[in-house]
């Protein structure tokens, strides 16, 4: 049988090695698949995340103003993720450059430490054509 997890739940996921030891506010959800004891044996969860992209032209005024007005994007769209409840940021990039150094010293991103995986959730598209 699959149910939503219980605060009974959480020794047992716990035990399996699964979620963060705090949900907060981003928590979406999970879901429990259990045996006839109702005793959980894989635990799905969910938490809010954004992917980032970002567009510049790479020709406008001098570097420490484009630094200056992302810097002022990135603190206005990171207001905006919070007041949507996002928890975690994510963006991605084929190498490491002088833009990602900048992120982590200026802006406080830093490089993920795990592998990740990605897939499109059914019945939602990310069609951009009206």
Not at 117 to 125: C, E, K, L, Y
Request: with cysteine; glycine share 6%.
């Amino acid at each position: 049988m699959i149910r939503p997890i219980e605060q009974k739940d959480l020794p047992r996921i716990s035990a399996l090695g699964g979620f963060p030891s705090e949900y907060g506010r981003d928590f979406l959800g999970a879901l429990a698949l259990v045996d006839e004891d109702d005793v959980p044996l894989v635990v799905m969860g969910a938490w809010s995340r954004a992917e980032v992209h970002m567009a510049m032209d790479k020709q406008w005024s001098t570097p420490q103003n484009r630094l200056l007005a992302l810097t002022e994007l990135h603190g206005a769209m990171e207001q905006e993720l919070a007041f949507l409840n996002v928890g975690e940021v994510v963006s991605w990039f084929d190498k490491a450059c002088a833009f990602t150094r900048r992120l982590n010293k200026s802006l406080g991103w830093k490089q993920s430490e795990r592998f990740s995986m990605h897939r499109n959730v059914r019945g939602v598209t990310s069609d951009n054509q009206a």
